[in-house]
């Protein structure tokens, strides 16, 4: 059957719940091996003052009702599979529920599922539904009681959010637990666990002095890989403290790690649920990078407790709220704790990879939508990494003092409510003083706004002005943002100019700044730190680039300069090979290149390794009207083995010069070294030269820690040549020495996943056949199949194979776990990039997804949509 137009949900509307939830008393009898697990659910119900009096109407989905009771008698109701109806209920009742739920067939991952250690619940965003009948909104706010039963000896962990009341043995081999939630919460924050599990334990002394009982729960045998998320977790409690004041409310903080899990974690209160990849960590199975996300995703977790829990969003429209909020919030937290200049950079080359492509495809919507068909759909880039992005922006406008006395004045206001963007926006309105009603256009608009901007150097006044010229075509009126522009002048010999330094508020379609006192053509070095998400279009000389890129005293603009020269060549090179013409490599760009390998010492390693990494495919084809992806990457190559060539003494001597010299630990500063020797390795097997291959695979073999690992393996992936019997090797081991280790193995399908190797798609094909890999396991799928989806070349192959091997897992994947299919699909968001041959494959291969019978919304959502595109 073909799937129903699904329904759309618009902002516009919204209306407050009919009725209000004040406790929530919920029972879980576990029967264990398939025998599915019976929920009686007690609710306070009371009927909304600001509603006109109706039916109570509660949500569900794949639940088996056995009774429903309304003060302890048996009512008529009427079910859909969605939806279950009383007619008549007091203004003040007891409902009584109980449902049975089988979450050992479970494969969406969403409510209450199975995984090999034992039962897991994921809420966000509708998921509870899953589990019992609800108001399932997160408007609707209330306490819980969660009592659980379980076969003990399968299951000796009960878990659930809050505190724990009691517990105790029952027949037969079974036990229970009683936990309760003193904090009102929507029901996407609830979470139930029962498991066999280990436990790390330590406490965290409050600021107040209030100690809080911590807890990391991970599978048998992983307790060794918990330190490190622990002491993260420790960091940011007490970062929140000193940065926003903020200090943890709970008597008992705890984090569950699963292996099946559809997203990274999630901050359900005071009981945590993470995906395993953001909680296990040890050197020699956890790369440098694993250990900041570590960080940052427990940072972020934890950082929710306030910015999410205590303040919620009213409706999912408001989801940037609590997302954008608290990505900020990781950003400064991962910032002050490893390396400020080079976390800016990652952050926005990560922005225009991800999320500029969003703004520019079928997915494009406001930082706060104005509708949705699916909400799962839209916990994307432009709700996470630009909402923080608009976040960062009001604090740019007002300053940091101003922005911590916004956060305060915003929870005085809305602790314990559910709210809205406008909520926060005004706290920060009232704090400071400033008026945001321009600035409201951020949350509104779709699309990424370009900024053209013209320097005009008037000798006889000694004035130089800027003029900004502001468009965003995806907007849907001409009305002007609110963007805060840093900029500062420089000689062209690279001095800063005295008193050049400030910020731009461009509020016009069209605005001029004047600088005074300007004795000679000046080089403007715009955006400064990023400070909007826009696509900023001045036309630097190559020469004034390499100026900015040598003396530029902003890490972010230095680094910048550095991409726009790069992007520069690379996409002149596309032009001419896609012309049948050789590229033209200018010297000026090895010498500058040359330079910051020489400023090491003083530029620091971390940002000489970005810097020298070049802007990836995805980025430079949204500079492209039309994209010839084999061109594009060719041209890329072309300049990497170029910088090779011509730079091969200076890669080959900083690879020995920064040769580990201490036992391994992931800080910050080694953390530099070994990025910038590996991006040196990386340059070396572009010769491919049996030296350089052998250097990889002492370099994989030798290593104590997995980033050096992993680095040398992924060199050798990218080999070309058809006989690499020294790639075939590092393969081989790696995963015979790993394959017990289940986020590594992860390491060995993305690698095969991501190499630039003609023969990519084949060895994808074939590991979905591996025993590694397993089509119900989220991290897997990402990891193989998503990741072949955004290798840019082989992905959008000319003969559409790449294409048809996506819809084919789309479609396999589609009603097993819809979120996860969905997501895949989302790998044809710019199809209409490309050439006519390419999008004749495409929109085969989209089409044959969408007349798929029975398709589920998730993926006809985002299908529907990328075949609307314009």
Request: aromatic share 10%; hydrophobic share 45%; proline share 5%.
């Amino acid at each position: 059957m073909k799937t129903d137009p699904p329904q759309t949900i618009y902002l516009k509307d919204y209306t407050p719940p009919a009725f209000l939830v004040d406790t929530v008393d919920l029972d879980f009898v576990i029967a264990g091996g398939g025998g599915g697990t019976t929920v009686t659910a007690t609710l306070a119900l009371r009927r909304n003052p600001a509603r006109p009096a109706q039916a109570l109407v509660l949500d569900g989905d794949e639940l088996e009702t056995l009774s429903v009771a309304v003060d302890g008698q048996k009512v008529p109701f009427s079910a859909t599979p969605t939806t279950l109806t009383i007619a008549d209920v007091p203004d003040a009742f007891t409902l009584t529920t109980v449902v049975r739920i089988d979450p050992d067939a479970n494969t969406r991952l969403s409510g209450l599922y199975r995984s090999k250690d034992g039962y897991f619940t994921q809420c966000e965003a509708q998921g509870f539904r899953r589990i019992t009948w609800f108001l399932d909104r997160p408007d609707v706010m209330a306490t819980y009681t969660v009592t659980l039963h379980a076969d003990k000896a399968a299951f000796p962990v009960l878990l659930a959010n809050g505190n724990p009341l009691a517990a105790g043995d029952e027949a037969d081999g079974r036990h229970w637990a009683t936990w309760a939630d003193p904090f009102r919460k929507p029901a996407y924050l609830f979470a139930v666990v029962a498991g066999r599990l280990d436990v790390l334990r330590d406490t965290f002394r409050t600021a107040s002095g209030r100690d809080v009982q911590l807890a990391i729960y991970v599978e048998p045998g992983k307790l060794d890989q918990c330190p490190h998320a622990m002491a993260a977790l420790k960091k940011s409690m007490r970062w929140d403290e000193e940065r926003f004041g903020l200090e943890c409310d709970l008597d008992h903080y705890m984090i569950v790690a699963v292996g099946d899990f559809n997203m990274g974690a999630m901050e359900n209160k005071g009981l945590n649920i993470f995906n395993t990849k953001y909680v296990l960590a040890r050197s020699d199975v956890a790369t440098d990078v694993d250990f900041e996300n570590i960080d940052r995703v427990v940072a972020h977790e934890y950082f929710h407790n306030w910015t999410g829990n205590r303040v919620t969003c009213r409706d999912w429209f408001q989801l940037s709220l609590k997302e954008g909020l608290t990505v900020f919030r990781d950003q400064e937290f991962g910032a002050d704790l490893h390396n400020r200049q080079t976390a800016r950079i990652r952050e926005v080359r990560g922005l225009r990879a991800g999320q500029f492509p969003e703004d520019a495809g079928p997915m494009s919507h406001p930082v706060r939508p104005s509708s949705f068909v699916e909400i799962n759909n839209f916990y994307t880039a432009t709700v996470y990494e630009k909402g923080a992005e608009v976040v960062r922006m009001i604090q740019t406008l007002i300053g940091h003092a101003a922005f911590r006395a916004g956060m305060d004045e915003y929870f005085r206001r809305h602790d314990g409510q559910a709210v809205t963007c406008e909520d926060f926006v005004a706290a920060m309105a009232a704090a400071s003083g400033f008026d945001f009603t321009q600035f409201m256009r951020w949350y509104e608009q779709p699309g990424t706004p370009q900024v053209a901007v013209d320097g005009h150097f008037d000798a006889e006044s000694a004035t130089y002005t800027l003029t900004c010229t502001q468009s965003n075509r995806r907007a849907t009126d001409d009305a002007p943002y609110l963007i805060p522009i840093r900029v500062a002048l420089f000689t062209a010999e690279g001095a800063a100019i005295a008193g050049s330094e400030r910020t731009l508020l461009l509020t016009a379609l069209t605005q001029s700044f004047v600088f005074n006192d300007i004795a000679a053509e000046p080089i403007p070095s715009l955006l400064r730190d990023f400070s909007a998400p826009v696509i900023l279009d001045f036309d630097y000389s190559a020469e004034q680039l390499t100026v900015l890129l040598a003396n530029e005293s902003d890490p972010f603009n230095a680094w910048e300069a550095g991409q726009r020269l790069t992007s520069t060549l690379i996409l002149d090179a596309t032009a001419a090979l896609a012309a049948g013409r050789a590229p033209v490599w200018p010297s000026g760009f090895v010498d500058a290149a040359r330079r910051l390998l020489q400023t090491q010492a003083e530029r620091g390693a971390a940002f000489v390794a970005e810097a020298l990494t070049l802007p990836g495919e995805a980025t430079l084809a949204e500079m492209l009207d039309v994209v010839d992806p084999d061109a594009l990457h060719a041209a890329r190559n072309a300049l990497r083995r170029h910088l090779a060539e011509q730079l091969e003494s200076e890669f080959a001597g900083l690879y020995v010069a920064l040769a580990p010299n201490q036992p391994y630990a992931p800080t910050s500063a080694q953390a530099g070294r070994r990025a910038l020797r590996n991006v040196c390795l990386g340059y070396l097997l572009e010769l491919d030269t049996p030296a350089t291959r052998q250097l990889a695979l002492n370099q994989f073999r030798d290593a104590d820690n997995m980033t050096d690992q992993f680095a040398a393996l992924a060199a050798l992936a990218n080999v070309n040549a058809a006989d690499c019997p020294e790639r075939d090797s590092a393969l081989a081991d790696f995963h015979a020495r790993w394959q017990d280790e289940a986020l590594v193995v992860d390491k060995w399908l993305a690698v095969q996943a991501t190499s630039r190797r003609p023969d990519t798609l084949a060895t994808v094909r074939t590991l979905t056949a591996h025993p590694a890999f397993d089509i119900g396991n989220p991290n897997k799928i990402y990891a193989l199949i998503r990741s072949f989806g955004a290798n840019h070349a082989r992905f959008n192959a000319a003969d559409g194979s790449g294409y048809a091997f996506i819809a084919d897992r789309v479609l396999e994947l589609h009603d097993r776990n819809p979120q996860v299919a969905s997501r895949l699909a989302r790998c044809f968001d710019r199809w209409k990039k490309f050439d006519a041959g390419r999008q004749a494959h495409a929109r085969a291969a989209l089409e044959r997804i969408r007349n798929h019978d029975g398709l589920s919304r998730d993926v006809l959502e985002i299908v529907a949509r990328a075949l609307a595109s314009a």
